[in-house]
C-alpha cells in the first residue's frame, strides 16, 4: 500500500477505534497521531519516512538505543524457552532470581527486590510495603509525605501523591493520608527563601510537617532524587542528606522514586548515588528495560524486609504479570550492555558537555532564565524576561511549539507546562549527535523572538 494511503487508513480506525489520553479530544480528531514506525540507535523514523535524531529517550526510557538485536534476541530466546510463569507465591523464573541479585549488586544499601510493571505500579508497591511495614511492628504509621510538584504515575495513591504534570482535580475524591510539602525549585523558590541562607528551609520542612502530623501517623516520605517532570530540578546539595537524617531521626521510610532517574541517565547508576544517601525503599521503571518491555521494580533494605516479615503474614501484593520473566531477561540484558559498553560513564562525560553548552545559551538567550540538571537529564526553563522571571502568556504555548518546530528540523525533545523544556537522550549518543541535537535545541528557542 501507498505510504500516504497507508496513513489515511490507520488515520480512519484510529479515529474510529482509538481512545487517546492527554490531548485536547479536538485537536487530536483534526491532527490524529504522529506515527513512528522505525528505530535504529537515537534514530526514529515516522511513517511519512522522516527521520529524527531523538534527545528524549523515547519517554525517558532508551539507554541501549533502538532496534538493539541483543536485547531483542535475549527476549526471543526466553520467551521460546519459557514465555511466562506466574511470578508469586513461591513460584518463580530463572531471569527473576538473576535479576534481584544483579539489580543488588549495582544498589548500595538495597538488597531484596519486587517486579512491577510499571513506574505507577512500582510507586504504589512502596506505599504498601510502608504501611504493612509499620502494621506488622505493631504501629498504626500510614500517612505519606510527599512533595508539591512531584510526579508519581496515573494510579490512585501514585496520583494523589502527584502534583505536577497533569490536571487531575476532575479524579477527586484522592487517596487519603497524603500530605505535600515544597519541592526544592531554588528557581522559584516556593517559601520566598534564597539558598544558601534559606538552611535548606524545604527540607527542614519535612520535620515541621512529621512533627505537626505526629510521628506516631507518619510512615514514610516520598520524592524523585531529581524533579523530573517540573524539569530535572536538582536540589541544594545538602537537601538529601539532611532528609535522609529527618527521615531516621522519625522512623519514617525514605522512599526514592528512581523511575526516570535510575539506569545511568544523571551519570550515576542512580541518581541517589550523588549525594551518597541510602534510601529504605526505592522504584525503577524506564531505563530498567530501556523500554523494551513494560517492567519496574521496587527494591528495599534487609531491614524493611525483615520488619515486612516479622509477624510471618504473607504480603498481599501481586500482578498477575509481576516479574515476567521475558522482562526480567531484557533488564538484564539492558544492564550487561550498560556494563559492557560504560554507558553510566559515557552518561556522565556526555552530560557535562551538555552542561557547558547549555549555560552559554543561558547567557546568551533571552529566553532562557534556568538551565539545571545532571548528566544527560537537563532542564531548560523558558521565560518572557530574565531579569522578572516572568512567564510567557500560557495561551501562547511557547515549550510546546518550540519542541514542534524542532521536531520539523529533525530533533525531538519534549515540553512540559508551557515553558519547561526537557532533554534527555541516551548515552549510547556520539558527542556529534549530541551537538546536532544541541544546536537544534538553540536554534529552536532562537525562534521564540519571530512567533
Ligand atoms: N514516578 C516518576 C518519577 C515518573 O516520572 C513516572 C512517569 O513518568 C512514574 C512514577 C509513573 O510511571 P508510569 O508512567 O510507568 O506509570
Avoid at 525503577?284 to 525483615?306: D, F, H, N, R
Avoid at 544492564?335 to 557547558?356: F, P, Q, S
Wanted: proline content about 5%; glycine content about 8%; aromatic content about 8%.
Amino acid at each position: 500500500m501507498a505510504k500516504a494511503s497507508l496513513k489515511n487508513t490507520l488515520r480512519e480506525k484510529e479515529l474510529a477505534h482509538g481512545l487517546e489520553a492527554v490531548v485536547v479530544p479536538d485537536q487530536w480528531a483534526e491532527s490524529g497521531s504522529i506515527i513512528y514506525v522505525e528505530g535504529s540507535g537515537i534514530r526514529i523514523r515516522d511513517i511519512d519516512g522522516k527521520e529524527y535524531l531523538d534527545g528524549s529517550s523515547s519517554g525517558l526510557c532508551n539507554v541501549v538505543g533502538y532496534g538493539n538485536k541483543e536485547v531483542a534476541e535475549a527476549a526471543s530466546a526466553q520467551m521460546v524457552k519459557l514465555a511466562n510463569t506466574v511470578s508469586f507465591g513461591g513460584v518463580s523464573s530463572m531471569p527473576r532470581i538473576e535479576l534481584s541479585r544483579k539489580l543488588a549488586e549495582v544498589t548500595p544499601g538495597l538488597r531484596r527486590f519486587i517486579f512491577e510493571n510499571s513506574g505507577s505500579d512500582a510507586v504504589e508497591c512502596t506505599f504498601k510495603i510502608a504501611r504493612w511495614y509499620w502494621r506488622q511492628k505493631g504501629r498504626d504509621k500510614y500517612k505519606i509525605i510527599c512533595r508539591d510538584r512531584s510526579y508519581h504515575g496515573a494510579t490512585y495513591a501514585a496520583m494523589t501523591a502527584t502534583h505536577a504534570g497533569l490536571d487531575n482535580s476532575d479524579f477527586a475524591p484522592f487517596a487519603p493520608g497524603f500530605i505535600s510539602i515544597p519541592t526544592p525549585y531554588c528557581y522559584r523558590c516556593s517559601l520566598d527563601e534564597s539558598y544558601p541562607s534559606c538552611e535548606i528551609a524545604c527540607a527542614q520542612a519535612l520535620e515541621r510537617t512529621i512533627e505537626r502530623e505526629g510521628e506516631d501517623t507518619v510512615a514514610a516520605f516520598i520524592a524523585e532524587p531529581v524533579v523530573g517532570s517540573e524539569g530535572f530540578i536538582p536540589p541544594p546539595p545538602e537537601y538529601w542528606s539532611k532528609v535522609r537524617e529527618i527521615c531516621s531521626k522519625h522512623d519514617v521510610l525514605m522512599i526514592m522514586d528512581e523511575v526516570v532517574t535510575g539506569f545511568g541517565k544523571t551519570g550515576k547508576f542512580w541518581a541517589h548515588q550523588h549525594w551518597n544517601v541510602i534510601p529504605d525503599l526505592m522504584t525503577s521503571s524506564k531505563g530498567i528495560s530501556s523500554g523494551y518491555m513494560p517492567m519496574a521494580a521496587v527494591g528495599v533494605t534487609e531491614e524493611v524486609y525483615k520488619g515486612m516479615t516479622e509477624t510471618n503474614k504473607p504480603f498481599p501484593h501481586l500482578h498477575t504479570f509481576t516479574g515476567h520473566p521475558v522482562a526480567c531477561t531484557v533488564s538484564l540484558k539492558v544492564i550487561e550492555i550498560m556494563e559492557r559498553e560504560n554507558l553510566v560513564e559515557k552518561a556522565a562525560t556526555l552530560g557535562e558537555h551538555i552542561g557547558d553548552r547549555l549555560d552559554t545559551l543561558k547567557e546568551e538567550s533571552p529566553y532562557v532564565g534556568d538551565v539545571r540538571g545532571l548528566g544527560l537529564m537537563r532542564g531548560i526553563e523558558l521565560v518572557a524576561d530574565k531579569r522578572s522571571k516572568k512567564r510567557f502568556d500560557p495561551n501562547r504555548r511557547v515549550g510546546f511549539r518550540v519542541s514542534r518546530l524542532a521536531r520539523e528540523r529533525g530533533v525531538l525533545y519534549g515540553s512540559v507546562g508551557d515553558d519547561i523544556m526537557l532533554l534527555c537522550p541516551t548515552p549510547i549518543s556520539t558527542m556529534a549527535e549530541i551537538d546536532q541535537i544541541l544546536d537544534a535545541v538553540e536554534w529552536s528557542i532562537a525562534q521564540i523572538g519571530g512567533m
